[in-house]
């Protein structure tokens, strides 16, 4: 994943923290992604050092 696939808006997950929950995109400024995860606020994610996971927006589960 590439800093360009993150835009503001998108849910995300890091895989390294998973108690952090799910967080989503404030803003992404090159490298540099501003996060406001569910359990550990807002959190700046350098993505050339560390690995976000988009994950669909939180919700009814689909069947």
Do not use: C, Y
Not at 55 to 61: N, R, S, T
């Amino acid at each position: 994943m590439t800093p360009f696939d993150m835009v503001p808006g998108a849910w995300v997950r890091l895989p390294a923290k998973p108690d952090w929950g799910l967080g989503q995109v404030q803003s992404a400024d090159g490298p540099r992604i501003t996060v406001n995860f569910e359990h550990a606020g807002k959190q700046l994610i350098r993505v050339d050092n560390a690995s976000l996971e988009v994950v669909f927006p939180p919700g009814p589960a689909q069947a």
